[in-house]
């Protein structure tokens, strides 16, 4: 139920005021309240869903909402390798990486299937990889902003090979950084965002555009 209901959303298949009830859906689908009330508090996690007197309702993204939280999340990554680039003293902790490279070298060899929930483990290699450059704050300031982006960056991974394109692109930043190619590390990670962006805002201009005619 949970990522049937996260699916329509995403799609904008349900229209910007219809209002989600725990006896409408517990009718839809057949089951208890208890499932339906544990899916929808998830879906209001992922910030989908919005509480409100009576029942949940839809929340349309914010197009420059998200162009400013993207535009931070670039600020922040960048500087873990432009700190490195223009302080020789700063290190990346090549261990981590190294662990980093492995487990995006099994995903390589087994893609998992097109599913918004791998926006978790794409979250978990940009955050380790600006944990690597030394800096706690700016990593902890990186998984503030993925967790206010995290409903639109779902998009990302609703398209097909994104999945496959992104674990590419992750293997080859890091190999930059442990090959100590800093200047290239940091196009790549700007390309990779970037590219990021561009599938979210399509994706989310076309759900947004499909809310508010959905009947």
């Known amino acids: 139920m ?9 799609n904008g298949s349900i229209p910007v005021g219809e209002r989600l009830t725990e006896p409408k859906l517990s009718a839809r689908f057949g089951i208890s309240r208890t499932p339906v009330r544990e899916a929808l508090a998830m879906l209001c996690a992922d910030g989908l869903l919005r509480r409100e007197e009576y029942g949940f309702s ?3 993204p914010s197009i420059p909402r998200i162009r400013d939280l993207y535009e931070l999340r670039i600020t922040l990554e960048l500087q873990g390798i432009a700190r490195a680039i223009d302080n020789p003293d700063v290190r990346h902790d090549r261990v981590a990486l ?10 390589s060899a087994h893609p998992p299937q ?3 929930g791998f926006v978790v483990l794409d979250e978990e290699f940009h955050v380790a990889l ?41 293997l080859a930043v890091v190999d930059a ?5 800093l200047e290239l590390a940091h196009r790549l990670l700007h390309r990779h965002i970037g590219e990021s962006l561009a599938v979210v805002l399509d994706r989310v201009t076309r759900a947004v555009t499909a809310m508010s005619f959905a009947h």
């Open 114 to 116: 097109q599913e918004p």
């Open 2 to 10: 949970y990522r049937e209901l996260r699916t329509e959303l995403m």
């Open 98 to 107: 190294a662990a980093e490279r492995e487990r995006w070298l099994r995903l």
């Open 130 to 170: 600006l944990a690597a450059s030394g800096n706690a704050e700016l990593a902890g300031s990186l998984e503030s902003v993925n967790s206010r982006i995290r409903h639109v960056r779902m998009y990302d991974f609703m398209v097909n090979s994104r999945i496959e394109t992104s674990i590419a692109e992750h």
């Open 177 to 181: 950084v442990l090959g100590d190619e």
């Open 58 to 60: 839809p929340v349309p």
